[in-house]
């Protein structure tokens, strides 16, 4: 579950994320607690992956929104470039992704 901007940035949303990189940590015998989710943001924003917003914290609310869906979501943003190989295009979501003040 995640969304390309235009921007080149990508919007993965929050809690299957957690759980893929729990999962993927503990089957490289990196055991991450569950509970730890703050930590694991903020590892992640210190080591230059993810994207905090304006006032430093990792959680991007955001609106996704096409023909016939819109949905609003807490995500996790990173540089697609720096998440994949250079040449591996991803496509750019076709519709709209807006930052929101506020997730619901």
């Not at 995640?2 to 994320?17: E, K, L, M, N, T």
């Not at 490289?28 to 006032?55: C, K, R, W």
Request: glycine share 4%.
């Amino acid at each position: 579950m995640a969304w390309i901007d235009q921007y080149g940035f990508i919007y993965f949303v929050c809690r299957p994320s957690y759980e893929k990189l729990i999962q993927s940590c503990n089957q490289q015998n990196e055991i991450l607690a569950a509970g730890s989710t703050s930590v694991s943001m903020t590892f992640l924003q210190e080591h230059g992956y993810a994207i905090p917003t304006e006032d430093g914290k990792a959680i991007w609310p955001i609106k996704v929104k096409c023909e016939h869906y819109e949905h609003q979501f807490t995500c996790l943003k990173f540089e697609v470039r720096r998440l994949t190989t250079p040449t591996k295009e991803l496509t750019p979501f076709n519709g709209d992704l807006c930052i929101t003040e506020t997730a619901t």
